[in-house]
């Protein structure tokens, strides 16, 4: 006979404590399961730190064209910089060695940590990062570019791929093997500051000197002048910029009168002494905007001359505005990062803070 548990014996079932013990391992799912809920949240509500960008060779004559195109492409997914900003320096050397070879390189950066591809490996992490459809409109733009064409292309609708939108993917992917295999960038249009930045060098010899001379110039040929002139005739520059404006003003209260002379003060040793002016150039520019309004103090210490044509202006592609120091946070405004290309000491006081963003 087969094995019989008696009612009251050792092997007698019990459903009281069956159930207790569901019970507890029940509740113990529960609250394991709720902790992982509240984990997942908190991961959801954590703003990810995490950058991605693509460096370019800032020397050469297409960068702007191909930053603008790709940032606009990738819908604030990318950043781009030049291979001879700091930080780009910095993360390459921290994941590519002391002498990282000198080509398009794109990073991924979390803090204080950094990795880096360059060649066909770029092409794949960036496809992977971005997804098919951004991926494809960056391959359009690209194409655009070596079109000669401008601006957003029409889309076309009803199903399938026309002609033109099949040229364009073609030749975006002609340009995206060139950077990656070779380095190399197709000649496509110069932004203003690359061609002011070429005038400059042509003509090292017979550069304007003077505040005069300087303002008859577009703001990217001011700005690539003044770059090229020595500490002391920078310096010169920006107190007649300064003296001129105290001119114009002649009714400035005694609080406006001061942050005049602090700028002429700190404008006469910024450019000629040595150290790290940073923080002191971050708090007399707060005070100035403070104390003069946004506008005028830019007009006194921010600006040399009076501002482009609006036509000019649009047709830059690099970055206009320093997240450091803004020139456009008002009236629910901001910096905003990425989108352009990032021009190292062009912005703010004295042109002296990174342009890495744009007004928007």
């Given at each position: 006979m087969g094995h019989r548990t008696h009612e009251n014996g050792v092997g007698r079932k019990n459903p009281v404590a069956h159930l207790a013990k569901y019970l507890t391992l029940r509740s113990a799912l529960s609250g394991h399961c709720s902790i992982k809920r509240?984990?997942?949240?908190?991961?959801?509500?954590?703003?990810?730190?995490?950058?991605?960008?693509?460096?370019?060779?800032?020397?050469?004559?297409?960068?702007?064209?191909?930053?603008?195109?790709?940032?606009?492409?990738?819908?604030?997914?990318?950043?781009?910089?030049?291979?001879?900003?700091?930080?780009?320096?910095?993360?390459?050397?921290?994941?590519?060695?002391?002498?990282?070879?000198?080509?398009?390189?794109?990073?991924?950066?979390?803090?204080?940590?950094?990795?880096?591809?360059?060649?066909p490996a770029m092409s794949f992490t960036l496809a992977r990062h971005l997804g098919p459809q951004a991926t494809v409109r960056v391959l359009r733009a690209l194409g655009r570019l070596r079109q000669g064409t401008s601006g957003k292309s029409s889309e076309v609708s009803g199903p399938g791929m026309g002609r033109k939108r099949f040229l364009q993917l073609s030749g975006g992917l002609g340009v995206a093997i060139g950077l990656t295999l070779t380095g190399r960038t197709p000649a496509f249009a110069r932004s203003e500051r690359t061609a002011a930045d070429s005038w400059v060098a042509a003509n090292m010899d017979r550069l304007p000197h003077t505040y005069e001379e300087i303002v008859r110039h577009t703001v990217p040929y001011r700005k690539a002048i003044v770059k090229a002139l020595s500490p002391e005739e920078r310096t010169a520059v920006w107190l007649a910029n300064i003296d001129r404006y105290r001119r114009d003003h002649p009714h400035a209260t005694a609080a406006q009168i001061q942050v005049m002379d602090d700028a002429s003060a700190l404008a006469a040793r910024v450019f000629v002494s040595p150290g790290d002016h940073t923080e002191e150039m971050r708090r007399l520019s707060e005070r100035a905007k403070e104390t003069l309004g946004l506008r005028e103090a830019e007009a006194m210490a921010m600006s040399i001359g009076p501002a482009d044509p609006p036509a000019i202006q649009a047709r830059s592609a690099d970055c206009s505005c320093s997240t450091q120091d803004c020139t456009c946070c008002a009236g629910g405004y901001y910096c905003l990062r990425g989108g352009c290309t990032v021009i190292p000491s062009d912005c703010g006081l004295f042109w002296l803070f990174d342009c890495n963003g744009r007004c928007g």
């Amino acid at each position: 006979m087969g094995h019989r548990t008696h009612e009251n014996g050792v092997g007698r079932k019990n459903p009281v404590a069956h159930l207790a013990k569901y019970l507890t391992l029940r509740s113990a799912l529960s609250g394991h399961c709720s902790i992982k809920r509240e984990q997942r949240e908190r991961m959801k509500s954590q703003p990810d730190q995490t950058r991605w960008v693509l460096a370019f060779d800032g020397a050469c004559s297409t960068c702007s064209a191909i930053s603008a195109s790709v940032s606009e492409a990738c819908a604030g997914k990318l950043e781009v910089m030049p291979l001879e900003h700091d930080d780009v320096q910095r993360w390459r050397q921290s994941s590519m060695g002391a002498d990282p070879k000198w080509a398009p390189t794109l990073l991924r950066v979390n803090g204080v940590e950094a990795k880096a591809w360059t060649g066909p490996a770029m092409s794949f992490t960036l496809a992977r990062h971005l997804g098919p459809q951004a991926t494809v409109r960056v391959l359009r733009a690209l194409g655009r570019l070596r079109q000669g064409t401008s601006g957003k292309s029409s889309e076309v609708s009803g199903p399938g791929m026309g002609r033109k939108r099949f040229l364009q993917l073609s030749g975006g992917l002609g340009v995206a093997i060139g950077l990656t295999l070779t380095g190399r960038t197709p000649a496509f249009a110069r932004s203003e500051r690359t061609a002011a930045d070429s005038w400059v060098a042509a003509n090292m010899d017979r550069l304007p000197h003077t505040y005069e001379e300087i303002v008859r110039h577009t703001v990217p040929y001011r700005k690539a002048i003044v770059k090229a002139l020595s500490p002391e005739e920078r310096t010169a520059v920006w107190l007649a910029n300064i003296d001129r404006y105290r001119r114009d003003h002649p009714h400035a209260t005694a609080a406006q009168i001061q942050v005049m002379d602090d700028a002429s003060a700190l404008a006469a040793r910024v450019f000629v002494s040595p150290g790290d002016h940073t923080e002191e150039m971050r708090r007399l520019s707060e005070r100035a905007k403070e104390t003069l309004g946004l506008r005028e103090a830019e007009a006194m210490a921010m600006s040399i001359g009076p501002a482009d044509p609006p036509a000019i202006q649009a047709r830059s592609a690099d970055c206009s505005c320093s997240t450091q120091d803004c020139t456009c946070c008002a009236g629910g405004y901001y910096c905003l990062r990425g989108g352009c290309t990032v021009i190292p000491s062009d912005c703010g006081l004295f042109w002296l803070f990174d342009c890495n963003g744009r007004c928007g």
